[in-house]
């Protein structure tokens, strides 16, 4: 499918079948989300990807009972890993495996590990949440190239899914993208105008 028509066609799905997504289908969206462009590269996010009735299930509360928590075949939960030093480490050692030059590597730690220093608690996360949103937008035209759909939803409870979901304190749920096969209409795309938005 040719790309414009792909954010043409793309929409935010409200309900879904039900049906799951071959296996092999969700392993190409997963490689197209890792390939996601981040700040440094370093993709300071986790995708915990809940498949099974019972979570989804538990997690509908906490999502303000909207149906595509439990219509979807998979539910991908973006969450930001404020553990930036983490991170940082699985990218040099990244770096160095694809070949690049050890002081190439040293020289970009300085500069990245310079720049976490000077992040406190609350910038972490802003910008750990920035990142995960710059994944989503391959995870929905993803979706729809690979002839399924997509909802992004923040509305939910991030600290009723962080329980429920039994994750570490670093990794904070930002949105959630369930994924699945359409059960609804999608509505005529309503967008503003080129002149309102590029000057």
């Given amino acids: 499918m040719d790309f414009m028509q792909i954010v043409k066609d793309r929409y935010a799905t409200k309900k879904f079948d039900g049906k799951t997504i071959p296996q092999e289908k969700i392993t190409e969206?997963?490689?197209?989300?890792?390939?996601?462009?981040?700040?440094?590269?370093?993709?300071?996010?986790?995708?915990?990807?809940?498949t099974d009735a019972e979570t989804k299930e538990k997690l509908l509360p906490a999502s303000w009972n909207q149906p595509q928590i439990t219509t979807c075949s998979h539910l991908f939960v973006f969450c930001a890993d404020t553990d930036l030093e983490s991170r940082a480490k699985l990218l040099y050692e990244?770096?160095?495996?694809?070949g690049v030059p050890a002081q190439n590597v040293e020289g970009y730690a300085k500069l990245v590990d310079g720049f976490i220093a000077g992040l406190g608690a609350e910038q972490r996360l802003i910008w750990a949440q920035k990142q995960a949103y710059i994944a989503m937008g391959n995870a929905l035209n993803?979706?729809?190239?690979?002839?399924?759909?997509?909802?992004?939803m923040e509305g939910f409870d991030s600290a009723a899914y962080a329980k429920i979901l039994e994750l570490p304190a670093n990794?904070?749920?930002t949105l959630v993208v369930p994924v699945?096969?359409?059960d609804d209409t999608p509505k005529p795309?309503?967008?503003l105008n080129k002149s309102d938005i590029f000057f």
Avoid: H, N, W
């Fill in 29 to 50: 969206l997963e490689e197209m989300i890792r390939l996601s462009a981040s700040s440094f590269g370093l993709q300071t996010y986790r995708i915990k990807v809940v």
């Fill in 94 to 98: 990244a770096m160095g495996s694809a």
């Fill in 142 to 152: 993803g979706a729809k190239a690979l002839g399924f759909d997509s909802c992004p």
């Fill in 171 to 173: 990794l904070v749920p």
């Fill in 180 to 182: 699945g096969y359409a």
């Fill in 189 to 191: 795309k309503v967008r």
